[in-house]
Each structure stands twice: as structure tokens, then as C-alpha cells.
């Protein structure tokens, strides 16, 4: 074996022995629990007029002890097309209820978005608007 030969294969044998301990390991996976209360109002029958503040509340009864994002969020949406307008932010999940003001919307049939851990959505009800 050449002088050369024996030198590369010192080299890669080397540098082999060196990277291979570096390589990084990883934290086991933790637990993450993904909580996604339904919403229980509004339901179906509500009818809400624009400008108007009401509760809106969700079952907090299956809340996990550890929740990945425990800041909420609520938007409306209607038409499989959530709005851009947020109605509520940044309040704690496991309140369980928050007041909004209805937006001033065309009248139609709209669902609210709660958003926290994950999305979920209201049954369809009624908002008077302009």
C-alpha cells in the first residue's frame, strides 16, 4: 500500500472516528396533549344582530393537565372560509367562555372558530348584519 494510500485511509478512518460520537442525539419525543373543546354556544337556533356583545362558551370538562398553546383565538367564518377578523385573542383556553362583539357583516349563516391547541367550529347561527 502506497504512502498516499496509507494516509487518506488514516485520514477517513480519523475523521470517521471523530464525527461519528458528534452526531446528535435526539430528546425523546415528550407528550404533547391536544386539547379541542366544543363550542356549545352558539348553537343552531342562536340569532345574533352586528354590534351586539354575547358569550361565547366551550366545554373545558376533557381539558388535558398539559396543553401545548393554551392562548385562544376566535374568528368567524362562513362558507368553509374563515375570516381574517379576529374576534377574540390571546385569552386563556381554559376560561371557558368570552365575550365578543358580533362584527358588522352582510346577514347570513356563520360559524365561529375557536383556535388554541387546534380549531374547532360552532354550529351554524345567525348574524342581522348590515
Not at 425523546?28 to 352558539?42: E, G, H, L, N, W
Not at 385562544?72 to 376560561?95: E, K, N, Y
Request: contains cysteine.
Amino acid at each position: 500500500m502506497s504512502s498516499l494510500m496509507k494516509f487518506f485511509t488514516f485520514l477517513f478512518i480519523t475523521i470517521f472516528c471523530t464525527t461519528s460520537g458528534a452526531v446528535p442525539v435526539s430528546n425523546p419525543i415528550q407528550k404533547r396533549d391536544v386539547f379541542v373543546p366544543p363550542i356549545t354556544f352558539p348553537t343552531n337556533t342562536t340569532v345574533w344582530n352586528s354590534g351586539e356583545v354575547h358569550n361565547v362558551t366551550w366545554d373545558i370538562s376533557q381539558a388535558p393537565v398539559n396543553i401545548t398553546n393554551k392562548f385562544g383565538r376566535i374568528q368567524l367564518r362562513q362558507d368553509g372560509i374563515t375570516f381574517p377578523i379576529v374576534l377574540a385573542d390571546d385569552f386563556d383556553i381554559l376560561l371557558g367562555a368570552y365575550n365578543i362583539t358580533v362584527p358588522n357583516v352582510i346577514s347570513g349563516i356563520y360559524e365561529l372558530v375557536l383556535f388554541g391547541d387546534s380549531g374547532n367550529f360552532s354550529p351554524d347561527f345567525t348574524i342581522n348584519g348590515v
